[in-house]
């Protein structure tokens, strides 16, 4: 039940950056390879992703600031892109440990069991 509370959670917080971001696309899922100006992802769908990056790319490893070179195959990422013609450019990547979630206002000891 820990882990459904952990998804639900993640997926509230992603809804609201989504609204945050705009017009931003999102990519979510797992680093597959890694070259100097692009990251492919295997999305949650199963579907592969290129994402260019530029030297605007902003990059966050566990909440600090990190750099392409941080970032590994294999490595779980959110990316908040946006589309240059039929391309991706990564604005954001953020990968590593996701900081704790306060609870909500009302939630506050409430549990999933």
């Known amino acids: 039940m820990k882990r459904t ?7 509230f917080a992603l809804s ?15 680093v597959t390879n890694i070259s100097e100006n692009s990251i492919t992802v295997e999305t949650t769908a199963k579907k592969s992703v290129t994402v260019g990056v530029s ?9 600090a600031a990190a750099t392409l070179k941080d970032l590994k195959v294999g490595d779980k990422v959110v990316i908040h892109a946006d589309a240059a013609g039929d391309k991706l ?6 990968f590593g ?6 609870p909500m206002k009302g939630m506050e000891g409430m549990e999933h069991k």
């Open 5 to 11: 509370a952990a998804v639900v959670a993640l997926l």
């Open 16 to 30: 609201v950056m989504a609204l945050a971001h705009g017009k931003e696309k999102h990519v979510m899922g797992k």
């Open 55 to 63: 030297d605007k790319t902003k990059f966050e490893k566990s909440g």
């Open 89 to 94: 450019v990564a604005n954001e990547v953020h």
């Open 97 to 102: 440990t996701m900081k704790k979630m306060a």
